[in-house]
C-alpha cells in the first residue's frame, strides 16, 4: 500500500506534490462506508507516525484531500482519536 503522505513529502517540487496528493485522494472517496473509514483511519496513523504536521491539523487535511464537511472532517478526527490507544 502507498500512503498518501509517502507520495506527498518525496523529495519533489510542492506544486508536484501537491498534483499528486490530489490526484491520488481523488480515488480515495470517503463515501461514509466502514471500508472507507478504516481506509482514512490508515492514512492518519501513516500522518501520526511520519509526524509531518502536527495531528489537530488533521481535519482540515482531511477536508482537503477527500472533500468532507467539517462536521464530517471532525467526527472521523475524533472517532480515530478515541480508538488510537485502544489498537
Do not use: C
Amino acid at each position: 500500500i502507498v500512503f498518501i503522505s509517502d507520495l506527498f513529502y518525496n523529495n519533489i517540487s510542492t506544486l508536484e506534490k501537491k498534483r499528486r496528493y490530489r490526484e491520488m485522494a481523488a480515488k480515495l472517496e470517503y463515501d461514509g462506508s466502514q471500508e472507507s473509514k478504516e481506509g482514512i483511519f490508515a492514512i492518519l496513523d501513516d500522518w501520526r507516525e511520519k509526524g509531518h504536521f502536527n495531528m489537530f491539523e488533521a481535519p482540515r487535511q482531511l477536508r482537503s484531500a477527500f472533500n468532507m464537511t467539517k462536521q464530517q472532517s471532525y467526527d472521523i478526527f475524533s472517532e480515530w482519536s478515541e480508538n488510537f490507544g485502544k489498537k
